[in-house]
């Protein structure tokens, strides 16, 4: 044969097939651009190094390359099938298998080219702006650097050798393992019926269901992260099962049911859904997947940062706040004196003091159970903050009058009451008030919050008795455990870059005073508002940035399973759509016929969607709760707009793709 | 009384592109009797199929009329020739058309279900049909799970389930070998016999040789005709035979 025969061959190929090859390309060479963006924006030398935004990118990164070898490998087995006939035809016109195996190698290098030139020319263009849209969100100001990531390149470079190696060897197998006569009949080996799997359905109900459960009845988010990453995991492979094996077991079902099989439009419907599920279960059940990642991973990062004003101004209602406890009475004073004494040039505004005594117990019905043992006493549920009344109104300007055993308490969840009449230590009280005002400033973390109280005393004698008791159980330990907090909160003026130079000010001051008072037991911590605010909108920005490019990727995955579905079906319809005209169904009845079933197929896996959604939604709101979100109605609203943008996408990938399925369909005509 | 009557029937195919007209069909004009049984020949291009999907209704005329059991086909809409065509019309394919996603039984339903006919009421209507065809045992087999002679049976069960006035074969012995083929035939002439019209689409002189009378067409025009009339099987064969030569040789020089 004459030289470069098989590479023109190759290329011949890849012109003739266009159609299939090049949604393929396209969808490889953006994978490809996105992997590289991803490497480029993980490996910019401004990001700061063991970041939360760093990790974030890194896990994105791998992310996108586990999905970029399965959905190349979805449209590889796609593309084969629909060359069977192909590959026969070059094997009877007395072309080798290994003349066949080396076109193919051909293509598939072809193919990588391809797909690095165009991953890199369009990652290189797209990543300025990806660029920019991270620094946007996240909130940086000194600019992160545009550069051609090196080393980025090389990744993705090798990543796509690996799997375009993979394909073409996998490719190669196919063939050895083939005969000329049936790759020649190609699609048009009698079609099986498929086997009902009982096990498999069950098994999907089962794992679906569990999963279901788990997200229901977890009642705290930040405890069971891992159990409901379990259940996400379940919920996965169930829909798998239940999308290849129980769609088949119900429609045989709905057959056995004679009364309602053999109906004009059950008839059809019901044997072509069987035909469709046993062929694409597997590309449904992963739009139904990645779907639902779609939506979750959207409406709540959209709702995350469109709150984070909000949840700054709660988390921080003033510019500094710090909580000292020492076993030193006079600790927090001359610390504050010193402080100020330094700092004339900042003002001190809008400065709020508590004096409290916190205590960790468990909830045993009346009884506060404060347990001996260090461990199991920081394993607590609940928070306990005694204040004296004299303290309170301190904080807050309410009197309360008081009786010895009587308290007045703030909930700060309504959800969580303490029991009206309880008793901890030696001590035992009466609940006569509920307080609506918290005595300290700043909210304290939510995931304390849901069983935290505020326990008024009537003054300092019965909370040094309570202090007293609470040392008594621990012995010497007992002595800084049960050492009087002090939660000090203020403003000052300045720019933000000040502010935050004035947090290390602080910091320096308050690590020098713990030495200089020689005292081993000093706990202290220190939150700025500027400080905490970069910190927010850097790690929500950036999940924003990750949902949404991941769902860029997750949606091209959709469309391109969509349209390579469509395709083929097509191809299989145009056969039986002749058929049963000639039995005797009119052109508009077989349209609408096949056109329902289409529906069913398509919209199925959006319904799924919505209902995992559903489920989800309880425990996603709790998630949230746990990163300082509670505004579930904006969620609520950010889940519904999210679900109604996916559904319009899909329609409207839906009613191009049908258009060219109907075009396949009546050209067979 | 003739239960198909066809008069001037024209077909001309225009290419997509509008230049060359075909003439598939040139001026075509017979009848069918009631109880007949008419086999059409011709070599391949002579317009057979084209006759044929006009008859079915699944094609339409240029110019000319097809007359089943008094209607005119011209006159029905789409919506009413489906049903027409469901309910008067039976076809036996060569390629038996089949659809792989039912089983037997449920394939020769399907004309029974888009009439809307309950369960028990065509349960009632299979049972003698596939006794008679042979295959009651295989009817809940897939077609892809059957021999090529057992799914030209349940073809035929199908076409004649809704006891059509008239049956349309277009080669149905053509993907067979030549037992199933034989059988076939046998039961061809056994619906006749219990006074089916059959109209068989056919270049096999074997297959003609079973109809009572044999239509030639060449250039999309009948040519001539044989009637079985007292001649045995083989004397009709020998006939048929010399006239398929007559029109290979010399027949366009006399048309």
Known sequence: MRKGFYMRFAAQNLQKNSKFYIPYLIASSLTASMFYIMCFLENNPGLEKHSAQKWMLHFGAIIIGIFAVILLLYINSFLMKRRQKEIGLYNVLGMEKQHICRIFGWETLYSYFITMACGFGVGILLSKLFLLLLCKLTNVTHALSFYISGKGMGITLLLFAGIFLLLLVLN????????????????????????????????????????????????????????????????????????????????????????????????????????????????????????????????????????????????????????????????????????????????????????YLSIQANEKGNNLEVPNQMEQYFNCKTYLFFLSAEDYTASTGIRLSLQDNETAVFDFTKKNRLPDTFSILDSSFKQTAALKTSPFASNISPTVMENAHVIVVKNHQILNKLQKEFQEIFGKSGNYLSALSYSYSFD???????????????????????????????????????????????????????????????????????????????????????????????????????????????????????????????????????????????????TVCTVAIFALVYVIVYALTTHTYYKIVSSAN | MAILEVSNLKKVYTTRLGGTHVQALRNVTFSVEQGEYVAIMGESGSGKTTLLNILAALDTPTSGQVIVDSKNLSDLKEKDLSAFRRNNLGFVFQDFNLLDTFNLQDNIFLPLVLSGKSYPEMK?????????????????????????????????????????????????????????????????????????????????????????????????????QLYRGKHTEEELFALISDTLTLLATGGEKDA
């Open chain 1, 172 to 355: 190669q197998f196919k063939i050895h393992f083939s005969h000329p006569v049936e790759l020649l009949r190609g699609g048009n080996v009698g079609e099986k019926e498929p086997k009902s799997n009982w096990f498999l359905a069950i098994l999907g109900l089962g794992l679906t269901g569990t999963g279901y459960y788990i997200a229901l009845t977890t009642t705290s988010a930040v405890a069971a992260i891992k159990s409901f990453f379990i259940a996400v995991l379940l919920v996965i492979v169930g829909t798998y099962f239940l999308f290849i094996a129980g769609t088949i077991v119900l429609l045989k079902l709905l057959r056995k049911n004679k009364k309602f099989y053999y109906k004009t439009n059950h008839f059809t419907a019901v044997s072509g859904l069987l035909y469709r599920m046993k062929q694409n279960a597997t590309g449904l059940a992963s739009i139904c997947v990645l779907a639902t990642m779609v939506i979750v991973m959207i409406s709540s990062t959209v709702s995350l940062n469109m709150n984070v004003n909000k949840i700054i101004n709660q988390t921080y209602p003033h510019d500094y706040s710090i909580d000292i406890q020492s076993t030193n009475p006079k600790f927090f004073q001359n610390f504050l004196k010193s402080l100020k004494e330094k700092n004339t040039n900042h003002t001190f505004k809008n400065e709020h003091t508590t004096r």
């Open chain 2, 124 to 224: 009632q209507k299979i049972d003698p049909i596939a006794a008679e065809l042979g295959i009651s045992d295989i009817l809940q087999k897939y077609p892809y799970e059957v021999s090529g002679g057992q799914k030209q049976r349940a073809a035929v069960a199908r076409a004649i389930i809704t006891e059509p006035k008239l049956l349309l074969a277009d080669e149905p012995t053509g993907a067979l070998d030549s037992h199933s083929a034989d059988g076939l035939l046998r039961t061809f002439d056994q619906l006749n016999a219990d006074g089916q019209t059959v109209v068989m689409v056919t270049h096999s002189v074997k297959a003609a040789c079973h109809a009572q009378r044999v239509l030639f067409i060449q250039d999309g025009e009948v040519f001539h």
């Open chain 1, 492 to 638: 000052t003026d300045g720019t933000d870059a000040e502010k935050v130079s004035f947090l290390k000010t602080i910091q320096m001051e308050l690590s020098k005073e713990c030495k200089a008072s020689a005292v081993n037991s000093n706990g202290y911590s220190i939150s700025s508002r500027q400080d905490g605010e970069k910190g927010f909108r850097n790690t929500y920005g950036g999940m924003l940035f990750l949902g949404l490019f991941l769902s860029i990727l997750f949606l091209m995955a959709t469309v391109l399973i969509i349209y390579y579905k469509q395709i083929s079906e097509g191809y299989d319809d145009a056969k039986r759509f002749q058929i049963m005209q000639k039995v005797g169904m009119s052109q508009t009845e077989v349209k609408k016929s096949i056109h329902s079933q289409v529906l069913i197929v398509f919209f199925l896996p959006l319904a799924v969607a919505v209902l995992h959604m559903i489920v989800a939604f309880p425990y996603m709101t709790k998630l949230l709760r746990a990163m300082y979100l509670t505004d579930i109605p904006l969620f609520t609203l950010c």
